[in-house]
């Protein structure tokens, strides 16, 4: 399966939205939570799965 189009237009978008009967959802923002925790960001390049730049070579 591919992508073999993007529809952009809002009034083409909304017309098939109210056709398949799902222009008026009932959504709604997630619930406001409280984080209490973020974990940290660790990269270590030691550990890609990416292979090395002369790997190609």
Do not use: C
């Amino acid at each position: 399966m591919k992508i073999i189009s993007f529809i952009e237009d809002k009034d083409v978008i909304e017309k098939i939205l109210r056709h398949l009967g799902l222009w008026k959802t009932r959504n709604h923002d997630p619930p406001a939570g409280n984080v209490s925790h973020i974990p940290e960001f660790i990269y270590d390049e030691d550990y890609s799965q990416i292979p090395p730049y002369d790997y190609w070579l």
